[in-house]
T-cell receptor, first 114, second 113 residues
Framework: EAQVTQNPRYLITVTGKKLTVTCSQNMNHEYMSWYRQDPGLGLRQIYYSMNVEVTDKGDVPEGYKVSRKEKRNFPLILESPSPNQTSLYFC?????????????FGSGTRLTVV | GESVGLHLPTLSVQEGDNSIINCAYSNSASDYFIWYKQESGKGPQFIIDIRSNMDKRQGQRVTVLLNKTVKHLSLQIAATQPGDSAVYFCAENMAGGYNKLIFGAGTRLAVHP
């Protein structure tokens, strides 16, 4: 089944403790992206990647890092999480520029930073 | 910055009625628009899209209308069913590709029997 898989689904952590949210897609998609979703704000892009080793900042990149060493994986790294990063996070992938349908989203990771 | 917005945060309809969800966008240079449906506990799911060179596109029970003059997008759902209850987002594509979608805050559709 074609899908975007995120792990974990739920995570509670303490301020300052480094964490990684993994994302993997099995559709050989070029583009991958991370979004956070907060009440009343919709989905905001954190980082995106157009191909292996090619990443760029989205609208809200502060406090996050990403890497794209392999086409299928696009982990989101929080080096020193803070409570304002408590949110619902979505990874997404798309075939690339010029294709239709936009992004395919994962099921989300609900992160709570205390 | 420019962003996509929605007129109605919550829409309640009776089962079998038609639903119309509206969206205003602010970037006249946007050339591609998508409607997503998000059910509780799940990620957004693609419903239908439309390019800026079109003003209407139909899918199965859904129609998207684009009015570039007033920068307005709408999603029409025919014969709304309980399974249509969800939050609906419109999104606009800011660049020539599909790496950057700007989402609105969402409209919750509640379908009552």
């Amino acid at each position: 089944e074609a899908q975007v898989t995120q792990n974990p689904r739920y995570l509670i952590t303490v301020t300052g403790k480094k964490l990684t949210v993994t994302c993997s897609q099995n559709m050989n998609h070029e583009y991958m992206s991370w979004y956070r979703q907060d009440p009343g704000l919709g989905l905001r892009q954190i980082y995106y990647s157009m191909n292996v080793e090619v990443t760029d900042k989205g609208d809200v990149p502060e406090g996050y890092k990403v890497s794209r060493k392999e086409k299928r994986n696009f982990p989101l790294i929080l080096e020193s999480p803070s409570p304002n990063q408590t949110s619902l996070y979505f990874c997404a992938s798309s075939p690339g520029e010029g294709t239709i349908g936009g992004y395919t989203f994962g099921s989300g990771t609900r992160l709570t930073v205390v | 910055g420019e962003s996509v917005g929605l007129h109605l945060p919550t829409l309640s309809v009776q089962e079998g009625d038609n639903s119309i969800i509206n969206c205003a966008y602010s970037n006249s240079a946007s050339d591609y628009f998508i409607w997503y449906k998000q059910e509780s506990g799940k990620g957004p799911q693609f419903i239908i899209d439309i390019r800026s060179n079109m003003d209407k596109r139909q899918g199965q029970r859904v129609t998207v209308l684009l009015n570039k003059t007033v920068k307005h997008l709408s999603l029409q759902i025919a014969a709304t069913q309980p399974g249509d209850s969800a939050v609906y987002f419109c999104a606009e594509n800011m660049a020539g590709g599909y790496n950057k979608l700007i989402f609105g805050a969402g409209t919750r559709l509640a379908v009552h029997p």
